[in-house]
Nanobody, 126 residues
Framework: QVQLEESGGGLVQAGGSLRLSCAAS????????MGWFRQAPGKEREFVAA????????AYADSVKGRHTISRDNAKNTVYLQMNSLKLEDTAVYYC???????????????????WGQGTQVTVSS
């Protein structure tokens, strides 16, 4: 497994931006597809975005499509989530996750991933 650590969360006003980072260590980062998930209080963890091993394929939840962008830098062992036009409903703990898979594959289900970070809090205020 790979070890993951998120950073970049915080408090931001609605309409603002944040960039989350997730640093990986322990294994060959480029061998893993990556995903971002979030969990709001009282709600189940939900898919936000995912990216394939080489970065050529990405996918987004409908709720963030057009506002958030996932990217990765395999040389830095890091995946990012750029969040723009933040809304109150984006408030949640954000988790990054990793799964070893084929070069172009993307995973949408949390159950597919086998490595998780501890999460970083994102709070959007009005």
């Amino acid at each position: 497994q790979v070890q993951l650590e998120e950073s970049g969360g915080g408090l931001v006003q609605a309409g603002g931006s944040l960039r989350l980072s997730c640093a990986a260590s322990g294994r060959t980062f480029s061998g893993y597809a990556m995903g971002w998930f979030r969990q709001a209080p009282g709600k189940e963890r939900e898919f936000v975005a995912a990216i394939s091993r080489g970065g050529g394929n990405t996918a987004y939840a409908d709720s963030v499509k057009g506002r958030h962008t996932i990217s990765r830098d395999n040389a830095k062992n890091t995946v990012y989530l750029q969040m723009n036009s933040l809304k109150l409903e984006d408030t949640a703990v954000y988790y990054c996750a990793a799964v070893r898979t084929t070069l172009t594959n993307i995973a949408y289900s949390s159950g597919t991933y086998d490595s998780w970070g501890q999460g970083t809090q994102v709070t959007v205020s009005s």
